[in-house]
């Protein structure tokens, strides 16, 4: 019966199913070609330090200009450019320009910031990951510690003792991590200790009702106090509100990230934020 259900709703969705595997394949032809043609675009969202309301760094975001379709997010061609492999180059990209970019602003006489670069599991995966990384900071010339590397929890999940080496390189280069979207994920706490991260993002799906819904309140409580336990820092991302901000103030957050202070923003404006503002105080 199933098997008659099942050949009944594969006649019924093949049309459907065509649709989107050619639209997938036509956005796929376009990626490939996205790099070359310079369709990417990096934005970049500042990061509040609570202790003092400076700037603390910044995030990297990117952004695909397509000529005919506009501004695609990357929510819908990280997926398809993880599947194709086409994020090592992309990848690449992004954290060539991010240190590039953040060499520059220092050099135009803003105090260092540190700029944070997603990192696809399968980038790290590559062997030569650790190198790329080294090789980059040598080619743009940024303190190491001016980079950090968010990697998600999907990525501490599989093949531990390759992670903790991984890690314990990067680290070695002077390096930082965080842990993006934590909470999301699958991870369990007791990596969390054998990573030795430096900075726990908090993912903004916790932070949406914070302040209504009392689950939502519990677990950020617990985050927050929990890093600081662990001398990792906390940072909470998608802060809209300032009501979400007092809560994470008194809660002892230590970073914040989210629309309250700004979205993220082409490169030509954050550099001229910084400008103007050489001590930037966000609060
Ligand atoms: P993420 O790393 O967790 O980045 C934070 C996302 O939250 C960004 O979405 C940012 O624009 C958004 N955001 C920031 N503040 C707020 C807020 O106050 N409210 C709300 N509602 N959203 C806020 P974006 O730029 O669309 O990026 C989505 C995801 O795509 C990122 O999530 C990250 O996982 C991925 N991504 C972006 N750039 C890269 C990249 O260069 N490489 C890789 N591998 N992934 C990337
Ligand atoms: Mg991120
Ligand atoms: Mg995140
Ligand atoms: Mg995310």
Same mark, same amino acid.
């Given at each position: 019966?199933?098997?008659?259900?099942?050949?009944?709703?594969?006649?019924?969705?093949?049309?459907?199913?065509?649709?989107?595997?050619?639209?997938?394949?036509?956005?796929?032809?376009?990626?490939?070609?996205?790099?070359?043609?310079?369709?990417?675009?990096?934005?970049?969202?500042?990061?509040?330090?609570?202790?003092?309301?400076?700037?603390?760094?910044?995030?990297?975001?990117?952004?695909? @200009? +397509?000529?005919?379709?506009?501004?695609? #997010?990357?929510?819908?061609?990280?997926?398809?450019? &993880? %599947?194709?492999?086409? $994020?090592?180059?992309?990848?690449?990209?992004?954290?060539?320009?991010?240190?590039?970019?953040?060499?520059?602003?220092?050099?135009?006489?803003?105090?260092?910031?540190?700029?944070?670069?997603?990192?696809?599991?399968?980038?790290?995966?590559?062997?030569?990951?650790?190198?790329?990384?080294?090789?980059?900071?040598?080619?743009?010339?940024?303190?190491?510690?001016?980079?950090?590397?968010?990697?998600?929890?999907?990525?501490?999940?599989?093949?531990?003792?390759?992670?903790?080496?991984?890690?314990?390189?990067?680290?070695?280069?002077?390096?930082?991590?965080?842990?993006?979207?934590?909470?999301?994920?699958?991870?369990?706490?007791?990596?969390?200790?054998?990573?030795? @991260? +430096?900075?726990?993002?908090?993912?903004? #799906?916790?932070?949406?009702?914070?302040?209504?819904? &009392? %689950?939502?309140?519990? $677990?950020?409580?617990?985050?927050?106090?929990?890093?600081?336990?662990?001398?990792?820092?906390?940072?909470?991302?998608?802060?809209?509100?300032?009501?979400?901000?007092?809560?994470?103030?008194?809660?002892?957050?230590?970073?914040?990230?989210?629309?309250?202070?700004?979205?993220?923003?082409?490169?030509?404006?954050?550099?001229?934020?910084?400008?103007?503002?050489?001590?930037?105080?966000?609060?």
């Amino acid at each position: 019966r199933s098997k008659e259900k099942g050949g009944n709703s594969y006649h019924y969705y093949q049309p459907e199913m065509n649709k989107r595997s050619l639209h997938r394949l036509n956005l796929e032809i376009h990626l490939r070609k996205a790099l070359e043609r310079d369709e990417f675009r990096i934005f970049y969202q500042p990061i509040v330090d609570l202790s003092n309301g400076k700037i603390y760094g910044m995030e990297s975001l990117i952004r695909w @200009v +397509h000529p005919e379709w506009g501004m695609i #997010s990357p929510a819908e061609f990280i997926p398809l450019a &993880e %599947e194709t492999g086409l $994020i090592i180059p992309i990848g690449n990209w992004v954290l060539k320009q991010s240190c590039l970019n953040n060499k520059k602003w220092q050099n135009i006489g803003h105090p260092p910031l540190c700029v944070s670069v997603n990192i696809s599991a399968i980038q790290f995966h590559q062997p030569q990951f650790v190198q790329l990384v080294e090789k980059t900071l040598e080619e743009t010339g940024l303190e190491p510690k001016l980079l950090c590397l968010e990697i998600t929890e999907n990525v501490a999940m599989t093949n531990i003792s390759y992670i903790i080496d991984t890690m314990q390189k990067l680290r070695a280069l002077g390096v930082r991590i965080s842990i993006d979207d934590f909470g999301t994920g699958y991870s369990s706490f007791s990596y969390l200790k054998r990573f030795r @991260v +430096h900075t726990l993002k908090i993912d903004q #799906s916790f932070i949406r009702d914070v302040t209504v819904d &009392e %689950e939502n309140a519990a $677990i950020v409580t617990a985050l927050i106090a929990m890093s600081r336990q662990l001398k990792i820092k906390s940072l909470a991302e998608g802060v809209e509100t300032q009501e979400q901000l007092d809560f994470l103030i008194n809660q002892g957050c230590d970073e914040v990230q989210g629309y309250v202070f700004s979205k993220p923003m082409p490169a030509h404006e954050f550099e001229l934020m910084i400008k103007e503002n050489k001590q930037l105080y966000l609060m």
